[in-house]
């Protein structure tokens, strides 16, 4: 048991200092994909900077692509692990919803990227888009095979956690159910008690009452067998 609770705490240290370098490169790459349609706009050297800012961020994004991939693992993993109480349930839906504002900030930061970057295009004129357009156009259809990836990856941890929610409801549920079934046996019992202890005094008090008049009887008998 102990190994266990080591085990899913070593996990918990890893998904924290991945959140943190994830962080970090997010950070790194919004500036990245803000600054790069300016550097491709006033360059000095229009044929190469877009391409490097280009290779910048696309090796930045597959980085960062793996790191949360690697994030998402992890917590599957904690999720996996036998020693989930209520705290560690808690830390794993925590840990979960980072990875969800990761992967939302990721694809925005993408998304605004493309945006800037087919409007430069479309600034720079036909010819300097003939020249980057079959690059462009690759680099767009990788973007994209990226986001879908990140959105089913995501809906897939949607999913889970859906799954994992409805689990705990229905748990509850049954055991609300089990509780009420007990209250309505007990309350049911005691009317019955009550009901049987009334018989029990009724006969006692009628068992005295005959008592007491065979008592009488008899004495009244022997009052009269004395006097005569």
């Known amino acids: 048991m102990v190994s266990m609770v080591s085990n899913?705490?070593?996990?918990?240290?890893?998904?924290?200092?991945?959140?943190?370098?994830?962080d970090v490169k997010l950070v790194a790459f919004g500036k990245i994909g803000a600054n790069s349609n300016s550097t491709i706009g006033h360059s000095s050297n229009a044929d190469?900077?877009?391409?490097?800012?280009?290779?910048?961020?696309?090796?930045?994004?597959?980085?960062?692509?793996?790191?949360?991939?690697?994030l998402a693992s992890i917590n599957e993993a904690m999720a996996?692990?036998?020693?989930?109480?209520?705290?560690?349930?808690?830390?794993?839906?925590r840990h979960r919803e980072i990875?969800?504002?990761?992967?939302?900030?990721?694809n925005n930061i993408c998304a605004n990227h493309t945006t800037r970057m087919e409007r430069e295009e479309l600034f720079r004129g036909g010819e300097n888009?003939?020249?980057?357009?079959?690059?462009?156009?690759?680099?767009?259809?990788?973007?994209?095979?990226?986001?879908?990836?990140?959105?089913?990856?995501?809906?897939?941890?949607?999913?889970?956690?859906?799954?994992?929610?409805?689990?705990?409801?229905?748990?509850?549920?049954?055991?609300f159910k089990r509780l009420q079934t007990r209250f309505n046996d007990i309350s049911n019992r005691f009317?019955?008690?009550?009901?049987?202890?009334?018989?029990?005094?009724?006969?006692?008090?009628?068992?005295a009452l005959i008592v007491g008049a065979v008592i009488g009887v008899c004495v009244v008998f022997l009052l009269l067998y004395a006097f005569n």
Request: no cysteine.
């Open 191 to 207: 009317p019955l008690i009550s009901s049987l202890i009334q018989r029990i005094n009724i006969k006692k008090k009628r068992d």
């Open 99 to 106: 990875l969800l504002s990761y992967r939302q900030e990721f």
């Open 129 to 175: 888009v003939s020249k980057i357009a079959g690059l462009n156009r690759r680099d767009m259809y990788m973007k994209e095979t990226s986001h879908l990836n990140s959105s089913n990856a995501l809906i897939n941890d949607q999913i889970n956690i859906a799954i994992e929610t409805r689990e705990n409801l229905l748990s509850q549920r049954h055991a």
């Open 8 to 22: 899913h705490d070593a996990l918990r240290k890893q998904a924290r200092h991945l959140e943190n370098e994830i």
């Open 48 to 70: 190469t900077s877009p391409l490097l800012g280009e290779s910048i961020f696309d090796s930045l994004s597959e980085e960062i692509t793996q790191k949360l991939d690697k």
């Open 80 to 93: 996996e692990s036998p020693a989930t109480n209520t705290a560690a349930m808690h830390n794993l839906q």
